[in-house]
């Protein structure tokens, strides 16, 4: 799964809670939900962790985490 279909089933509010639980920005989370930009390897870590993993590191950075 990644984080556009994360998001999908969220409820309103839940990009800025996320944001604000990984110490980031909402821009940079929507840059990263449309693919734009790419998380750091310690990022992509927290991400898996605040999704419960079901946004994987590697599904994130398939070219560090294999």
Do not use: C
């Not at 999908?8 to 800025?16: D, H, M, Q, T």
């Not at 870590?45 to 993993?53: L, M, P, S, V």
């Amino acid at each position: 799964m990644n984080l556009r279909q994360y998001f999908k089933g969220e409820p309103y509010g839940s990009k800025k809670e996320m944001a604000d639980h990984l110490g980031i920005t909402q821009t940079w989370l929507g840059l990263l939900i449309r693919k734009a930009r790419r998380p750091s390897p310690e990022l992509s870590k927290k991400i898996e962790k605040a999704t419960q993993g079901l946004v994987s590191a590697k599904e994130l950075r398939p070219d560090i985490f294999n």
